[in-house]
């Protein structure tokens, strides 16, 4: 009897043993041109340069309530799983109804539910270090501090934020 390898080589092995290794793309990641398809010549290129393309609202509130849904119900009895929700669009997310997914994982030990979102920059406008001390007045006006000595709360702040400040700069 005689056997024949059927076995293909695998040009991007991701089951590997041993220490992992940087294999080069040998196919482009763009077949064509913007003229073959609904990317223009910019998406195209954007996709070529990182590999991968983001569609915001690729799918609807509904479709995303449904997939997770269906996926937290497969989880079994006593289990303890997380389910990463990957390039979720914000508003989608917002839309998913929470307490629907907690009654379809009702049978797992714990389950947490993390998305990362699509297309969120996290841009933080930081104060002016001058600005900090009126910001402290305003602040420290608006709490109750029943209990406390007012005056020296506030003046506690100001000496902690002159010194923040002279480190910074000096």
């Given at each position: ?109 714990h ?7 699509v ?31 007012r ?17 910074s700069?000096?």
């Open positions: 009897m005689t056997s024949t390898d059927t076995r293909i080589e695998d040009g991007y092995p991701t089951r590997i043993s041993g220490t992992p290794e940087h294999l080069p793309r040998t196919h482009p990641t763009v077949w064509g041109s913007g003229a073959d398809g609904p990317f223009d010549p910019a998406a195209l290129a954007n996709h070529d340069t990182k590999g991968y393309t983001v569609l915001p609202q690729l799918l609807s509130p509904a479709e995303v309530q449904t997939q997770v849904i269906d996926r937290v119900a497969s989880v079994e009895a006593g289990a303890v799983a997380r389910l990463f929700i990957d390039g979720v669009d914000p508003g989608a997310y917002r839309l998913l109804d929470l307490e629907a997914v907690r009654e379809a994982g009702a049978a797992a030990l389950l947490k539910v993390e998305p990362s979102f297309n969120v920059q996290h841009m933080t406008e930081l104060p002016e270090l001058a600005s900090m001390p009126a910001q402290w007045e305003r602040y420290i006006g608006e709490q109750d501090l029943t209990g406390f000595d005056e020296r709360v506030t003046g506690l702040g100001r000496d902690y934020l002159a010194r923040a400040v002279e480190e700069t000096g």
